[in-house]
């Protein structure tokens, strides 16, 4: 269902779908708004990861950062749209109080989820589809450090990732160089000849979380 929820910079637009009694409340952060055709909510890796997520018994709440769609404000670099996430935790913890709280994204969208996650105390389980651990606008631009994630690497909480084998933006070989310093506990689904956007292959993303989660308790 469409819902509204209150953000730091005003209104956020949000759909919400699962149980009643979820297993898990999960709020999921969608791409980078200005790059790669625009991220949103509608992406169609989002969109599939939290099918997968409600096959295995999520409440998720994937939304519009500022100033995408419906939601209120303008983009800021990933400063306020960590206080957008923290506004959708808020929501979800207090709509399913007795479920664990997860963090989920898909590229600039799991650097917000990851880092904010990993500092809350609330989120017991972190998770990133294809993070963005070195930046690059293109696949011929050479990559190179955009985003801090001093929270992540330092956070003990699990952490499970899907990457696409063949990513032209953010890199298999960055992705495993940042998963050998992340602590434990963690697990890694690669998705064979599956670029950045999983063009083609976006049920494979819901598919790789039922992998993984299915059975995580």
Known sequence: MHIDFKGPAGRLEGLLEGPRHPRAAVVFAHPHPLLGGGGT?????????????????????RFNFRGVGRSEGTFDEGLGERGDFTAALDYMAAKYESAPLWAAGFS???WIALETGAADPRVSLLIGIAPPWTFRRNAEETPREGYTWTNTL?????????????????????????????????ELVVIDAANHLFDG?????????????????
Request: charged share 25%; hydrophobic share 40%.
């Open 201 to 217: 292959q976006t049920p494979e993303v819901g598919e790789a979380l039922e992998e993984l989660l299915g059975d995580y308790e």
């Open 41 to 61: 909510m509608l992406t169609k890796a989002v969109y599939q990861a939290s099918k997968g997520l409600n096959r295995i018994g999520c409440a998720v709440l």
């Open 154 to 186: 330092a956070c003990e909480k699990p952490k499970f990732f899907v990457q696409g084998e063949s990513d032209e933006l953010c890199a298999i070989q960055d992705m495993w160089a940042y998963y050998a310093k992340l602590k434990e506990p963690k």
């Open 108 to 110: 600039f969208g799991s």
